[in-house]
């Protein structure tokens, strides 16, 4: 945006002569992700629901995720894991708004959601010294300060997401314990124990864990169905063949694995890196970008219907009857019906996660 523009338009905002900007002012994304530049400068994109990019605003550092405000132009973008800082940018004008510290003895792992009226924001958290997962509390309209924290139900809180229509958090405990002193090694990998953990007004509510067996699958990556089915993508950390690397789960029911074989795992290489869920409810498709593949379910009986692949596969989303798909290669991917749609090459490595508007 041209800076004669942007002047212009914070002139008008402080002299309230405008409305409350919406994320339509900025362009309408429909996507954000963090992307390297071919400089090897880091940006978050806004991508329309048409594959163009309708902003590119610099980052500090390689960025993981982020989190959209529900209502205003604004995202926070956080720092690839483990790290210690977050920005908030406003998407209109492209200013920071502010910098988000994690406190003494913690680190973020990447991941944030707001509240349902976009008054607070939760961040996943490390207490590394004590071993144990938190959330940190984000007053946004007091300028994102730092106000309370709470336990997240589990060790390695990665992902965390909104149940719709509600301000109940669940949260992808991984399970895996890391500390900052010894780089990103995994400290109890023989006893992990991963789960998802509902939290509601700062208390776990319920904890849905996987089998003894799966012990090693460290879940990692959300998706919210509109009815609020949770689907899960895990990370494998155990060394005998796994037929599952995903699942989905409502709250008072079992976990339910979506199995598609050891040897489907293994081309994967163990690794899921996002998960959605069609725009539909219908399928839920994962992205490997070691395996260089994007799976896609049958959301209702759990059956592995189609393989795609899509070389350094990063981000997924959903996407009107089906998904879009980005990748570390800059391509953008839309599918419908389990078919190709759309590919676009654009001058950008996307990096792990696109996020919806």
């Known amino acids: 945006m041209p800076t004669n523009r942007r002047q212009f338009l914070r002139g008008l905002l402080a002299a309230s002569l405008i ?7 900025a362009g309408a994304p429909s996507y954000l992700s963090a992307a390297a530049r071919p400089d090897g400068s880091y940006v978050l994109c806004g991508i329309s629901y048409d594959l163009e990019v309708l902003f590119q605003i610099p980052l500090p550092d390689r960025g993981h995720a982020a989190a959209a405000h529900p209502t205003r132009p604004e995202a926070v973008a956080f720092a690839r894991r483990p790290g210690t800082f977050a920005v908030v940018i406003d998407c209109l004008t492209g200013d920071r708004l502010a910098a988000l510290t994690a406190p003494p003895g913690r680190h973020f792992y990447g991941h944030g959601a707001f509240s349902a009226d976009g008054d607070w924001l939760f961040t996943t958290e490390n207490d590394f010294e004590a071993g144990r997962g938190r959330v940190g509390v984000w007053n946004a309209r007091a300028g994102y300060a730092r106000v309370t924290e709470f336990d997240s139900g589990g060790i390695g809180p990665h992902d965390i997401k909104r149940l719709p229509g509600t301000d109940t958090l669940v949260v992808a405990n991984g399970g895996i314990d890391t500390h900052p002193g010894s780089g990103r090694a995994k400290l109890n990998l023989p006893t992990m124990r991963p789960n998802l953990a509902y939290i509601t007004n700062a208390e776990v509510q319920e904890l849905a864990s996987l089998h003894e067996n799966l012990h090693k699958n460290s879940i990692r990556h959300l998706a919210i169905s509109s009815s609020g089915r949770v689907a899960f993508g895990m990370q494998w950390q155990g060394a005998a063949p796994v037929s599952t690397l995903a699942g989905h789960h409502k709250r008072g029911e079992e976990m339910t694995l979506l199995e598609c074989g050891t040897e489907a795992v293994e081309a994967m290489q163990g690794y899921i890196g996002s998960i959605a869920y069609s ?4 399928m839920i498709a994962v992205t490997s ?3 260089g593949l994007v799976h896609l379910y049958d959301a209702k009986n759990g059956s592995l219907e189609e393989k795609i692949e899509l ?10 009857g ?3 798909v980005t990748a570390g290669t800059g391509y953008i991917r839309c599918t419908n019906d389990l078919r190709e749609k759309r590919s676009v090459l654009l001058n950008f490595k996307w990096d792990n996660h696109l996020v919806s508007i």
């Open 19 to 25: 409305p409350v900007p919406t994320w339509a002012d």
């Open 322 to 324: 089906g998904f879009i």
């Open 289 to 291: 970008p070691r395996g």
């Open 279 to 282: 725009g539909d409810d219908r």
């Open 311 to 320: 070389n350094d596969a990063s981000g997924i989303s959903s996407r009107e």
